[in-house]
């Protein structure tokens, strides 16, 4: 197995490793515009070749002890450390996400992080029955072959919570990147190959048909999808054939509930960051804010304070910390989705309107007050930088509201009073509620969807069990 960490001094030394030698598809700057480079166009006869590869190296992989392959895991966290700069910089010209906040480099030490998490965690076979009729052990095994189609807004990160519990579990991996962000996932994994036998983990640049195919594959045995619900129900549909498993980690539209007893000056940071955080293009971002009437101003008053604060702009400018949405598909669906907001007459906290002319797609952080609960912006989910702020008289009438979705991806509940702030988390209908926070995963801490929001468990031992085939010995 390669042990020797492979360093690359700048995101051009990584580009000139993943790009094609000739030709291949543009990438630009969501931010400038400007060229960044150019990605492989890998078609479905690509992916019939890494399938079959990765087929073959799984038994010698599966064979390894767990204590091996979290030592390659260990080497893999290492590697993406050694050249976190130069990642973090690709991820940012790519993604458009600054490099600071909690953006590139957080993504980047967030992907070593979890690799090193998935490393560590301790399963053993469970003992499900043991008396004098008789013993059943329940084990996990590899399951084969796995699959990952990952989206755009956290394109290295999320590529690392599928492949980390996947490798680790015995399994070999091919991962599907998102179109608008291949480059960045190229990258990660050029710097993790360097550590791992040959065949283990394979990437292909392709599109929507390469996902097709990779959902469809007889020889793909589980599925890790992160993306839209209307995509997840695709592959569902075209996954059925092979009964292949699946982990869905769908799309969101996460609530909170600010209780009359909140102080709102103290909560305000962690209400935008829980917004705002990605520039809003987060799974499990807050995108629908429930204020108690007693302290309604006072909450719309304190975040416009702190969303004042906050640079928004071309991502290697060391002072920005909110930068522009990653395409202009997005930026289209949250210029409009604002537009129907104050079209309804509802009122313009901060943002709104967006500068014509500019080469990025930037949308200025915008909150939205007096709205509507049936008001496009807060029925769909926007994923970017507009947050309505929506005013209730009565705790019944907003949890009615935060499960009146068909999504339950996260949500949360803010207040003084903890115990309060749990009974209402209690009656919320979604994967992760989190109390005076939002949106603060954990390796350790299993998460995944209610609802629309998908199936499947990622992170913690839970994570680890999702990516084995459960085999029971009873004797
Ligand atoms: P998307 O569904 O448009 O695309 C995701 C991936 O699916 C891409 O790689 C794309 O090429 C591929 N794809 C598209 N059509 C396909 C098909 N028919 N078969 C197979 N693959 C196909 O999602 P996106 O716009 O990249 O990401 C944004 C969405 O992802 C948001 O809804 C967001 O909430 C969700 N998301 C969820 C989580 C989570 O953990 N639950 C995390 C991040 C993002």
Not at 103 to 113: K, S
Not at 350 to 373: H, K, R, V, W
Request: glycine share 10%; aromatic share 6%; hydrophobic share 45%.
């Amino acid at each position: 197995m390669p042990t020797a960490t492979t360093s690359f001094a700048t995101d051009a030394d990584l580009l000139a490793a993943i790009q094609p030698s000739s030709g291949g598809r543009d990438i630009h700057d969501p931010a400038t515009g400007e060229l960044v480079g150019r990605a492989p166009e890998h078609t479905v006869a690509d992916l019939e070749r890494a399938v079959s590869a990765a087929r073959a190296a799984q038994p010698a992989w599966a064979a390894l002890t767990h204590a091996e392959r979290s030592a390659a895991l260990n080497r893999a966290a290492d590697a993406v450390e050694a050249n976190a700069e130069a990642l973090a910089v690709l991820l940012s010209r790519e993604q458009g996400k600054p490099l600071n906040g909690p953006n590139a480099r957080f993504e980047v030490g967030a992907c070593a992080a979890w690799l090193r998490a998935t490393a560590g965690f301790e399963l053993e076979p469970e003992v499900l029955v043991d008396d004098e009729g008789g013993r059943a052990e329940m084990h996990y095994r590899p399951l084969g072959v796995v699959g990952a189609i990952g989206p755009w807004n956290w394109p290295m990160m999320i590529s690392v919570w599928q492949l980390a519990p996947a490798l680790r579990m015995g399994n070999t991996v091919v991962l599907k990147p998102s179109e608008y962000t291949p480059l960045s996932v190229l990258a990660l994994v050029e710097v993790i190959n360097g550590v791992l036998p040959a065949d283990v983990l394979h990437v292909v640049s392709g599109g929507r048909e390469v996902g097709e195919a990779l959902s469809a594959h007889k020889n793909v045995d589980k599925l890790m999808f992160t993306g839209s619900t209307a995509t997840g129900k695709a592959i569902i549909r075209s996954s059925a054939d092979t009964v292949k498993r699946l982990t869905m980690e769908l799309g969101g539209n996460d609530a909170g509930i600010v209780l009359p007893d909140a102080d709102p000056k103290a909560i305000a940071a962690d209400l935008f960051w829980g917004a705002f955080i990605n520039t809003g293009q987060t799974c499990a971002a807050l995108k629908r804010l429930y204020v108690h009437e007693d302290i309604y101003e006072e909450v719309c008053t304190a975040l416009t304070e702190v969303a004042a604060q906050m640079p928004m702009g071309v991502g290697l400018d060391e002072a920005n910390v909110l930068g522009p949405l990653q395409n202009k598909a997005q930026f289209d669906i949250v210029a409009d989705l604002v537009k129907a907001a104050t079209d309804s007459g509802a009122r313009v906290l901060a943002g709104a309107n967006p500068e014509s002319g500019q080469p990025g797609y930037f949308y200025p952080t915008t909150l939205i007050a007096d709205i509507d609960n049936d008001n496009p912006l807060v029925a769909e989910e926007q994923f970017g930088p507009a947050l309505p702020i929506i005013k209730y008289s009565s705790v019944d009438e907003a949890v009615a509201m935060a499960n009146g979705l068909d999504v339950g991806l996260g949500a949360s509940v803010w207040s003084s009073d903890k115990e309060a702030a749990r009974e209402v988390a209690a009656r919320i209908q979604a994967g992760t509620v989190w109390i005076n926070k939002h949106g603060a995963v954990d390796p350790r801490v299993p998460f995944g969807g209610a609802k629309a929001s998908g199936y499947g468990l990622e992170f913690g031992v839970a994570g680890l069990k999702h990516l084995g085939q459960p085999q029971v010995i009873s004797y």
